[in-house]
């Protein structure tokens, strides 16, 4: 039981970063302003998801393509 413990926890962690990243990118996208703190805020959860696991770096690069896009379009 303790070694299964171990092995999740990166799981959690990268799973909390992408939903920073995420509520970055929806507070970027839905802002009449650009404020400096999101784009911090973005940068550093895109770093930790990327450190954390590939999964959450393919994630987070998915996150920011939409956006991306998103921003491309509007």
Known sequence: ???TALEIRMY???ILFLLITYLAVYRLVLS???EAVTFVILGISVLCAFHTHYFAAIGA???L????LFLLVC
Not at 65 to 68: D, E, G, R, T, V
């Open 32 to 34: 009449e302003k650009t």
């Open 1 to 3: 039981m303790l070694e």
């Open 65 to 68: 393509a939409i956006c991306f």
């Open 61 to 63: 690069a998915v996150i």
């Open 12 to 14: 959690s962690w990268a």
